[in-house]
C-alpha cells in the first residue's frame, strides 16, 4: 500500500546512516530506497545498521543526480527544518500522510531528505513541490536523518490503516461478564467483605458502590471474573479455619 511512496536520501555522508534509514522504513512496511551520489555505499557500516533491513538495501538504486532519482514521480516532498525566503507550500509529516496516502493510485511520491549537516539546498528544494516539515521544540530542532525518515514513515504507516497484530499476551479473547455475572460476583465480595470483619455495617453501601464503578470501569472478561471469585473463596475458607 504504500510501494509508491520512494524515499530519496541526497549524497548521504556516513554509509551506516543509510542502513538506519533501511530499518526505519521497513519498521513501517516501506522497502522503495533512493541513493543520490552517497559517499559509501555499499558498506559494511551501512549492513549493520541495517539490523535485519538488508532486503531494503539490496533493493536500494544509486542515482547520479536527484533529477534522475526522482523523475518518474509525480509529487515530491523535501524535507527541511529551515525557512526560505521566498514563500513556499509546506506540509507536515502527518498532512502529507493524510493527504495522499491512499489518494494517489500509482502515482510516485518522493520523499527527499538531505544531507546530514546541511540538509537539501535551494536548487533542490526548487524541485519539489512542498517543504515537508517535523514539528519540533524550535529551541532545537535538530533531528538526525534516520529519525527523520522515521517519524515520516510512521505517520504514512499510520495512515495506512496497516495492522500487525501483537503476540504478546493474551488478545481479549474471553468475553466480557454479563451483568448476571457481575452480579453475583458482587454478592460474594460484600458477603466475603462481611465474613473476614471488613465491611463496617454504615459504611457498607457507599464501599460498594465504590467498589461497582471500580469493576466496572475495568470491564471484566469471564475468565478474570473467575480469578478474582477464587480469591475470594480461598479468603472466606482462610477465614473460617
Not at 533512493?34 to 538504486?61: I, Q
Not at 509529487?75 to 496516502?101: C, F, M, N, Q, Y
Not at 452480579?183 to 473476614?196: C, K, P, S
Request: overall charge neutral; hydrophobic content about 40%; charged content about 25%.
Amino acid at each position: 500500500m504504500l510501494s509508491n511512496f520512494k524515499v530519496v536520501l541526497v549524497e548521504t555522508s556516513h554509509p551506516g546512516n543509510i542502513g538506519a534509514v533501511a530499518r526505519a522504513m521497513k519498521n513501517m512496511g516501506m522497502n522503495q530506497l533512493r541513493l543520490v551520489s552517497p559517499k559509501l555505499f555499499p558498506h559494511a557500516d551501512a549492513t549493520a545498521r541495517a539490523s535485519g533491513a538488508d532486503d531494503v538495501l539490496r533493493a536500494a538504486t544509486v542515482y547520479s543526480s536527484l533529477p534522475e532519482a526522482i523523475a518518474d514521480c509525480r509529487i515530491v516532498l523535501g524535507s527541511s527544518a529551515r525557512d526560505r525566503t521566498i514563500s513556499w507550500p509546506s506540509v507536515t509529516a502527518r498532512e502529507a500522510a493524510g493527504k495522499w496516502v491512499g489518494r494517489s493510485g500509482e502515482d510516485n511520491i518522493a520523499l527527499v531528505f538531505g544531507r546530514e549537516n546541511s540538509g537539501l539546498k535551494n536548487h533542490e528544494l526548487d524541485l519539489c513541490h512542498y517543504l515537508l516539515r517535523i514539528p519540533c521544540d524550535p529551541e532545537y530542532s535538530s533531528l538526525n536523518l534516520a529519525a527523520a525518515v522515521q517519524v515520516v514513515c510512521y505517520e504514512l504507516f499510520v495512515a495506512s490503516g496497516l495492522e500487525y497484530p501483537s503476540s504478546i499476551g493474551d488478545r481479549g479473547d474471553e468475553p466480557l461478564a454479563t451483568a448476571e455475572q457481575m452480579e453475583g460476583f458482587y454478592r460474594h465480595l460484600l458477603q466475603t467483605m462481611a465474613d473476614i470483619g471488613f465491611l463496617h455495617p454504615e459504611r457498607s453501601k457507599s464501599i460498594m458502590r465504590r467498589l461497582r464503578r471500580l469493576f466496572n470501569r475495568a470491564q471484566l472478561d469471564t475468565k478474570e471474573l473467575d480469578i478474582l471469585r477464587g480469591i475470594l473463596r480461598f479468603s472466606q475458607n482462610h477465614n473460617l479455619k
